[in-house]
């Protein structure tokens, strides 16, 4: 079952965040832009709970790059781990093409953070019908299914990039 300390979050973030529902944290920038970080519940890998994340700006108003986006949605994913020795799927927004982008920033920001090795990353990009799909599975190195979590997606991986 999922679980994550708002409190834990709030400590750790930029921005103030609340908790809609179980799984749906929001936060607002000072640029007033509204951000919903989502969990919800996927199909187990290698028998591991899986939770894909889902990050998107609720309403569409832009703003210059802000720093305190990224350190907020690290305290989020920071809690998540704390509480949960789950995998996290993170699956790129292909809405405006923009998906490698987003999967640059979005890898560069974990590895970043990560400075102490903590967690396992493992990414996979497909071509599905002309267009490219990003995708990456997060979780603790000191999960008891680590190993067998990384082989089952890498094979995935493998099988998806194979179809014609």
């Known amino acids: 079952m999922l679980r994550i300390d708002v409190n834990e979050v709030n400590a750790h973030s930029s921005y103030q965040v609340s908790m809609e ?14 951000y919903e970080v989502s969990f919800g519940e996927d199909q187990p890998i290698a028998g591991c709970e899986t939770y894909q994340i889902i990050i998107r700006k609720v309403n569409q108003k832009s703003g210059s790059f802000d720093l305190h986006v990224s350190e907020t949605i690290l305290a989020i994913i920071e809690s998540f781990f704390n509480s949960n020795v789950s995998v996290l799927l993170y699956i790129c927004d292909t809405s405006d093409g ?3 982008a987003r999967n640059k920033l979005f890898l560069k920001w974990l590895r970043e953070n990560d ?10 990009n497909v071509n599905v019908e002309g267009e490219m ?16 979590v990384m082989k089952e997606f890498e094979e995935d991986a493998q099988r998806l990039s194979e179809k014609p």
């Open 98 to 100: 923009r998906q490698q």
């Open 115 to 124: 400075q102490q090795g903590r967690y396992g990353i493992s990414t996979c």
């Open 21 to 34: 529902r179980l799984g749906e944290l929001n936060f607002m920038t000072d640029n007033g832009i509204l």
């Open 133 to 148: 799909w990003y995708a990456a599975i997060i979780l603790r190195r000191d999960n008891p299914l680590f190993f067998s």
